[in-house]
């Protein structure tokens, strides 16, 4: 039978029609709509039993308190921690973002030993064997470094006890506000214990450069202190920081001169007849009532003579004020930034007392480890600088946690003094700038994978010690350090008087009166302990420092400025936290700094100009921002940007401010100071 | 040859040969944008230029324009079936065919539009009655039906075809009851056309669109059908024109034209008073109510310039060169009227899709500017080539004009 | 329009006074709403970000010049643009606690509420979402993970009211009257200086009633008459200023 064409269009027609009537078009619609919503490449969700899980964050020195939810045993988000002194419920954008970056695509997978610039993957007991190979021979003679990134943590203890066992002292910090206060508070100044300052009880906070709400110190206890402030909040700063935005009042102050501000305001307070009882203090107070004489200040600050004088009255009226002198991006100070703060603090009569400066005692563990405060004081600067000249010729360098190749000043010098050390040794949980270039990469479990802890970090107001549980088993071949460093220990024959880093830790809980129990769930240990001081000094040679004239082949004060959601010293910018860039930050693969109208006017620069930041360390390329948030002469510029390592999340964003920043030597004390690097903006 | 048997009686085409050269070109054009067609279906309708703050686009603006020009099959229709002005048979089926592609293309680019064309149908599934996109989604299905119920008789005139007697006897139905489709359209594409503007006018969280309403509807709704019918005609009397120069033959004599011309003329004069009235009334009464003046509205981009090009260079002038008899009787001056036209309600169209998003609402928050990428051209330029595709075959083997004999002979 | 009146009005008052701009609710609302992460974050036109902090400049030249951040969440409004505009009821206020619903599986992507909100709450997914390896094992598992082209926004992290409901219930507790303990979004949670308070705008015992009544509150563009549920305060006349369009001589609100 023949299918004719009338045939065959009633077929049609009259299939389509009866199609109609069957469940298939309409079942095939609802499928639609399901399919749509769930196509295979859309990741699914993994279900299981919920559950919370406090340890404490690891990823900035503030060392806040995190509550871990998680699925199924699985990290998934992180919070603050409410019962926790330094978060109090709050967290910062890195920990927020801290739980993704369990799987970074820039993480170190396991060892990786670099054989002629390229990784290949090793077992720990390879790894083991070629370091026990290196440093037995290295036993006594000690020319063993180590660069540490962690500022708080007791790990710390079981690695400088190792570097002293081989003979080495050369054990560095990453530098930081908190090195510069042990310099100057207990090398200069003869002050014992570490330096704190009990915001939650001041009505007067003074942030000179400090950008306490923003990145400085413990800065999510901070924020929380001021979301319940009793008074008034000064920002002190040539930028218009986070803490300036919020601040009751911003002083525009160029960089680096926030301690000639200082004791501008001392010379006020010393008129008014405040004194302290610190040895040198006549000698002291005639200096600054000679030489930081308003007019003068006001020349060196571009502050106002009568703006100095009426914040000098108002902390004198004040009637808990505190003083807290730092750098504004967290690092290059000089020792007359803190002693010029302290001194404030001192005239004020605000050491020890509710809502002032206080001192706080250390506690360490290991016998056989130095003082850390003391290892403070190494000014990683200096030895840089020394292996450069030749002074220090270090043959293993150890980097722990740390990214020295990234986030020191004068970047280009550093590449080469590290070029110089024969065999470096990272222990970093991602494959940063540094570990990119080390012999061998040893990858330190992310913080909630390993046990680790924080005692008082760097500003906190009171003795706080909190400890970092596993929240999870490494999901990629990395292993605590210290745990490594006992091992290697063992196979050098080094006897540290340690059993397991475990015991370390629980061995500080019980000098401090803790329940170790209680810590590992997550609980922090606030003690209410102070250190009297008896023999503080104040040096009056180093006062003349603050005199010093600008260069003016550099005519522009460079402000480097902190956004933890950019990353900071040892993170690039995570995953997560993309998004918190904002539009006037990075354009594409080029990063903004910021200068106003006037500056951009005096340098011929418009919006969106390409230009090069020079200075005698080195130069960088962004484009330029015109904003009122920055004052005359000044250019403002991120820290973050311009990763050369880690993953498609931070690599070739932007250009790194660091490799701008330049050194200079502070007098008397030898110190390198980076807070008031000048540069040149030209147009590229 | 075959293809000879298929050309309408009595008229010259060119020459087979020639015709898939030509429609080689098209095919060209096809190809670019079925490869971006492809690419947004594939990785989704980020690879076009549209974002967050420009969701609307080129895509949009040339929906709505393509539909207001399109606005001459439904508006002839009318005027012939219904109000019987005879002379518009002989532009008639020229009209419908033009409506049926501009819908046809709108409904097409829709479906790349809209990030989920699978879920399309749940416009009807689950209508939500308040929203003119509803109403927009109802009246172009069913206006795009009605267009092709209105070609399909054009198509079965077709010499072959004519000669089956189920379809000659089909066919000749379709055009008894022509008139009942022609109200039928005309109804609903005055609602589609006034939904399209009431999409715009009902947005009260954007000053720049913002129309106060009508009894239930915005101003925008009937400026957008007054817009429409006063240009679709003078885009349906330039497509003949084009296809005159295209093919060199004769196809409409030119009183037809200049009564397209004319009618156009009168309804843009019209139109014209109402539009600026609204204006006014938006700039004085409308925006300082929400705390804005006139001058916010406009910055370096989207400019005055736009609204005077608008309502005076494609708004007044055309109106003047097309309603008055002395200049319309001038083919120079009808054609640049019927351009200036057109093209003044392809800006009223793209103003109140891009400029509308485009201006900071938020005291803090800046403008932004939008510029569509390749994808969003080639797609549009897909869309276009088709239009010429189906034109052309209709040119080629349908009886469109029915003046084309006596004028080439 | 009607207006729905609700008996629970969930609202969030902002204190601009406080906001540093830190981003960390940004980044917390990422992770709880399971938005995936994207290498290219600064261009603002292509992000998704639920919460975006915006900075505020008083237009001065420096030294006047001052600084303020703004969160911006979905605003929740009362009388909502995008809903009404949505042809396929993707989108309503209609449930108990005034929290206007985004409905992905029916969204067909048309994105004309986002064509409507002024406030750029609406966001459309332009791609498939892609997580970096293993990174997905990090998902939350009380939200949903959106397919590309679907628009979504801010719910005041609505799974979270869900589940203090449930818990209401099980305590056998009234889950119409949540104690504001009980239910917080993430991002008011994490906040470091509690510049955002949430809670009930109709219960007099929260913080937010009477905070959303004082003389420095102010709502996003309240004059075209969204009705936000998210007040702002400052105590920065031109921080509120810019809460609004005014014309030149015109006074801000509440001065």
């Known amino acids: 039978m023949g299918l004719d064409r009338r045939g065959f269009i009633t077929f049609l027609v009259g299939g389509a029609a009866g199609t109609l009537f069957t469940p298939v078009p309409w079942k095939l619609l609802d499928d639609v709509s399901i399919w749509s919503q769930n196509w295979p490449w859309i990741p699914k969700l993994k279900y299981g039993a919920k559950g919370v899980t406090p340890t404490t964050c690891k990823l900035c020195p503030a060392g806040c308190g995190l509550d871990i939810n998680t699925v199924g045993k699985r990290p998934v988000t992180a919070e603050g921690n409410f019962s926790h002194p330094l978060s109090q419920g709050g967290i910062c954008p890195l920990g927020a973002a801290a739980v993704q970056l369990l799987y970074s695509p820039a993480r170190v997978k396991g060892p990786l030993k670099n054989n002629g610039g390229k990784f290949e993957s090793i077992s720990w007991d390879e790894a083991k064997k070629i370091l026990a190979e290196k440093l037995s021979t290295q036993k006594g003679s000690g020319n063993v470094a180590l660069i540490s990134g962690d500022e708080n943590g007791t790990a710390n203890e079981v690695l400088a006890a190792f570097l002293a066992a081989l003979g080495s002292s050369d054990y560095y910090f990453m530098p930081s506000d908190a090195t510069a206060y042990a310099t100057a508070w207990n090398k200069i100044m003869g002050g014992q214990g570490q330096i704190g300052f009990d915001l939650e009880n001041s009505d007067y906070v003074l942030m000179l450069g400090a950008d306490l709400l923003s990145s400085w110190g413990t800065v999510v206890r901070n924020q929380k202190a001021f979301g319940q402030k009793k008074g008034q909040y000064i920002y002190v700063g040539p930028v218009q920081t986070g803490s300036a935005s919020v601040a009751d009042k911003w002083v525009p102050v160029l960089p680096g001169k926030e301690s000639v501000f200082a004791l501008g305001l001392a010379y006020y307070i010393l008129k008014a007849g405040k004194t302290c009882s610190a040895k040198g203090f006549a000698e002291f107070k005639e200096y600054v009532l000679t030489n930081y004489t308003p007019s003068k200040v006001q020349a060196l600050t571009g502050v106002p003579a009568n703006d100095i004088k009426k914040i000098a009255a108002e902390l004198i009226a004040a009637r808990r004020p505190v003083v807290v002198s730092g750098s504004d991006f967290g690092q290059g100070s000089g020792s007359l930034d803190m002693v010029a703060g302290i001194f404030l603090n001192l005239l004020l009569g605000r050491l020890n007392q509710p809502g002032g400066l206080v001192a706080l005692p250390s506690v360490q563990a290991v016998d056989k480890a130095p003082d850390l405060n003391q290892l403070r004081q190494n000014s990683l600067i200096n030895f840089i600088s020394d292996v450069q000249k030749g002074a220090k010729r270090p043959d293993v360098l150890f980097i722990y946690e740390a990214n020295p190749l990234y986030a020191l000043p004068q970047g280009a010098q550093v590449a080469s003094v590290l070029d110089k050390i024969p065999f470096k040794v990272s222990f970093s949980t991602f494959l940063d700038e540094t570990a990119a270039k080390a012999d061998l990469v040893l990858p330190t479990p992310h913080f909630l994978e390993r046990l680790d802890d924080a ?95 600008p260069s003016s082949e550099y005519p522009i004060y460079l402000a480097p400025v902190a956004r933890p959601y950019i990353g900071n010293t040892k993170l690039a910018t995570p995953p997560f936290g993309v998004v918190t860039i904002r539009e006037n930050e990075l354009k594409g693969k080029d990063f903004y700094v910021h200068l106003n109208k006037a500056t951009a006017k005096k340098l011929g620069l418009k919006q969106d100009k390409k230009v090069k930041l020079v200075s005698a360390a080195g130069q960088c390329k962004a484009l330029v921002n015109i904003t009122e948030t920055v004052m005359n002469d000044v250019v403002a510029a991120p820290l973050g940007f311009g990763h050369t390592a880690w993953d498609d999340f931070s690599k070739g964003k932007g250009d790194n401010v660091f490799n701008v920043l330049t050194v200079t030597q502070e007098k008397p004390t030898g110190l390198y100071v980076w807070n008031n690097s000048q540069v040149k903006v030209v147009k590229a | 040859m075959l293809d000879k048997e298929w050309i309408p009686e009595g008229v010259e085409r060119c020459s087979f040969g020639k015709f898939i050269v030509w429609l080689g070109l098209i095919g060209a054009v096809l190809l670019w944008g079925l490869y971006a067609t492809i690419k947004i279906f594939a990785n989704g309708i980020g690879v076009t230029g549209l974002d967050n703050y420009f969701g609307f686009g080129l895509w949009i603006t040339f929906d709505l324009a393509v539909i207001a020009l399109g606005a001459g099959a439904f508006f002839s229709g009318f005027l012939k079936y219904i109000i019987r002005v005879d002379q518009l048979k002989n532009i008639i089926n020229l009209a419908v065919i033009v409506g049926f592609i501009c819908y046809s293309g709108a409904m097409l680019i829709l479906t790349l539009d809209i990030g989920q064309p699978l879920r399309a149908w749940f416009g009807y599934w689950h209508p939500n009655v308040h929203s003119m996109l509803t109403e927009v989604i109802f009246c172009i299905t069913c206006y795009c039906t009605v267009l092709i119920i209105e070609y399909i008789p054009l198509i079965l005139e077709n010499r072959k075809l004519n000669k089956i007697r189920f379809l000659h006897h089909l066919a000749h139905n379709f055009h008894v009851y022509m008139p009942l489709f022609a109200g039928i359209g005309t109804f609903l594409s005055t609602f589609h056309q006034g939904s399209l503007g009431g999409m715009y006018g009902v947005l009260f969280g954007r000053p720049f669109a913002f129309r106060e309403g009508f009894f239930i509807w915005p101003w925008t709704f009937f400026l957008f059908v007054f817009s429409a019918i006063a240009s679709g005609p003078a885009f349906t009397m330039l497509v003949a024109t084009l296809m005159e120069v295209i093919t060199g033959r004769k196809l409409v004599d030119y009183k037809t034209k200049a009564l397209m011309g004319k009618i156009a003329g009168t309804l843009l004069g019209a139109y014209l008073f109402f539009k600026i009235l609204d204006t006014w009334f938006w700039a004085t009464d409308t925006l300082p109510r929400m705390g804005l003046t006139f001058d916010q509205m406009f910055n370096d981009v989207y400019g005055q310039w736009l609204l005077w090009a608008e309502l005076g260079l494609c708004g007044i002038i055309p109106a003047i060169l097309l309603i008055v008899p002395k200049f319309r009787n001038i083919p120079a001056l009808l054609y640049i009227g019927a351009i200036l036209d057109c093209i003044g309600v392809c800006i009223n169209r793209f103003v109140f899709t891009v400029q509308t998003i485009a201006l900071p609402v938020m005291p803090f928050d800046k403008w932004y500017s939008y510029t569509p990428n390749w994808a969003e051209w080639a797609t549009t330029f897909e869309i276009i080539a088709y239009g010429a595709l189906v034109l052309s075959l209709s040119y080629r083997y349908l009886p469109v004009f029915p003046q084309e004999k006596k004028l080439n002979s | 329009m009607q207006v729905k009146e609700f008996k629970v009005k969930w609202g969030m008052v902002v204190d601009l006074d406080k906001c540093t701009g830190c981003g960390a609710c940004m980044v917390a609302c990422q992770a709880e709403n399971n938005i995936a992460p994207v290498t290219e974050g600064s261009n603002k036109l292509r992000t998704l970000t639920w919460m975006l902090v915006y900075e505020l400049s008083n237009g001065k030249d420096f030294p006047e010049h001052d600084i303020a951040y703004l969160p911006r969440p979905c605003m929740q409004c009362g009388k909502p643009s995008c809903s009404t505009v949505c042809p396929v009821v993707a989108t309503t206020k209609d449930e108990e606690g005034g929290i206007v619903s985004q409905i992905y599986p029916r969204c067909i992507g048309c994105r004309y509420c986002m064509a409507a909100c002024p406030y750029h709450a609406r966001y459309f997914n332009w791609f498939d979402p892609v997580w970096p390896e293993g990174m997905d094992k990090t998902l939350n598992i009380s939200t949903s993970v959106r397919p590309r082209g679907v628009v979504e926004k801010c719910t005041f992290c609505h799974h979270r009211f869900a589940a203090a409901k449930e818990k209401a219930r099980m305590e056998g507790r009234d889950p119409m009257h949540l104690e504001e303990e009980d239910y917080i979004p993430a991002c008011v949670e994490v906040c470091p200086t509690g510049a955002i308070v949430f809670g009930d705008l109709n219960n007099p015992e929260h913080k937010v009633a009477k905070l959303a009544k004082s003389r420095y509150a102010f709502r996003l563009l309240e004059r075209l008459g969204t009705d936000p549920q998210v007040y702002y305060m400052s105590k920065r006349e031109w921080v509120r200023r810019q809460g609004d369009n005014y014309l030149e001589n015109e006074k801000t609100k509440g001065e």
């Open chain 1, 455 to 549: 005692y008082t970090p760097f500003g906190a107001g009171a003795v706080t010690y909190s400890v970092s549980t596993p929240v999870i088993k490494p999901v990629f071949d990395a292993k605590p350090t210290p745990d490594f460093i006992l091992e290697l220990a063992g196979a050098l024959g080094v006897d540290l008087g340690i059993s397991s880093f475990e015991d370390v830790l629980s061995a500080k809980a019980e000098k401090l009166g803790a329940d170790w129990e209680e810590l590992q769930g997550g609980q922090a240990y606030v003690g209410d302990k102070k250190v009297f001081q008896s023999a503080l000094a104040l040096p009056t040679q180093i006062l003349s420092g603050g005199l010093k004239m």
